[in-house]
Antibody, heavy 127, light 108 residues
Framework: QVQLQQSGPGLVKPSQTLSLTCAIS??????????WNWIRQSPSRGLEWLGR?????????DYAVSVESRITINPDTSKNQFSLQLNSVTPEDTAVYYC?????????????????WGQGTLVTVFS | EIVLTQSPGTLSLSPGERATLSCRAS???????LAWYQQKPGQAPRLLIY???SRATGIPDRFSGSGSGTDFTLTIRRLEPEDFAVYYC?????????FGQGTKLEIK
């Protein structure tokens, strides 16, 4: 079955870059069906979608307006994984970060649901 | 951006009772692309319902979803002890996803 395994540091200093990786097993990061997402969760902001990457003859990215100036999501086809980089972090970026697969609930439809999630990584921004 | 508002914030019920959770959208949700997730402490959210009323693989039939447009409902009939958790609704539109703030279902 499809599994997502997250890795990365749990502590980041203010103004630095948060970096996380999500390794995929049982599916392909360059598959032409799903999209690969990062979502975070904090008491103040709840569940917040951050962005996604997906391959449809070429690579595409979409980012949430709230972080689009600071975020990069990159696929790594050689390792079948994707990564999150969030620049210039502040304590407001403290959250549990999840990677997740989005799929179409209807053939030919939109990528509307998250069916597989990583285990979550608590990232604390603290000096 | 479509804002999803869930009610109530907390619902206190006993095992065996029926739970009704609400999710209201600030604009109509396209083609009923509304999903529900269950989250237990220390775990990632788990997909329960997609397209407003279809159960995900392995989800017991005591979970059901309904609604369209801006008003959606998750119903859990005959609550089991393992159903006490936080529930979130989620929608997709304009290449963006949003979640509701959650309803905590607690044991009375």
């Amino acid at each position: 079955q499809v599994q997502l395994q997250q890795s990365g540091p749990g502590l980041v200093k203010p103004s630095q870059t948060l970096s996380l990786t999500c390794a995929i097993s049982g599916d392909s990061v360059s598959g032409d069906s799903p999209a690969w997402n990062w979502i975070r969760q904090s008491p103040s902001r709840g569940l917040e979608w951050l962005g996604r990457t997906y391959y449809r003859s070429k690579w595409y990215n979409d980012y949430a307006v709230s972080v689009e100036s600071r975020i990069t999501i990159n696929p790594d086809t050689s390792k079948n994984q994707f990564s999150l980089q969030l620049n210039s972090v502040t304590p407001e970026d403290t959250a549990v970060y999840y990677c997740a697969r989005a799929i179409r609930s209807l053939p030919g439809g939109i990528l509307d649901v998250f069916d597989i999630w990583g285990q979550g990584t608590l990232v604390t921004v603290f000096s | 951006e479509i804002v999803l508002t869930q009610s109530p914030g907390t619902l206190s019920l006993s095992p065996g009772e029926r739970a009704t959770l609400s999710c209201r959208a600030s604009q109509s949700v396209s083609s009923s692309y509304l999903a529900w997730y269950q989250q237990k402490p220390g775990q990632a959210p788990r997909l329960l319902i997609y397209r407003a009323s279809s159960r995900a693989t392995g989800i017991p039939d005591r979970f059901s979803g309904s609604g369209s447009g801006t008003d959606f409902t998750l119903t859990i009939r005959r609550l089991e002890p393992e159903d006490f958790a936080v529930y979130y609704c989620q929608q997709y539109g304009n290449s963006r996803y949003t979640f509701g703030q959650g309803t905590k279902l607690e044991i009375k």
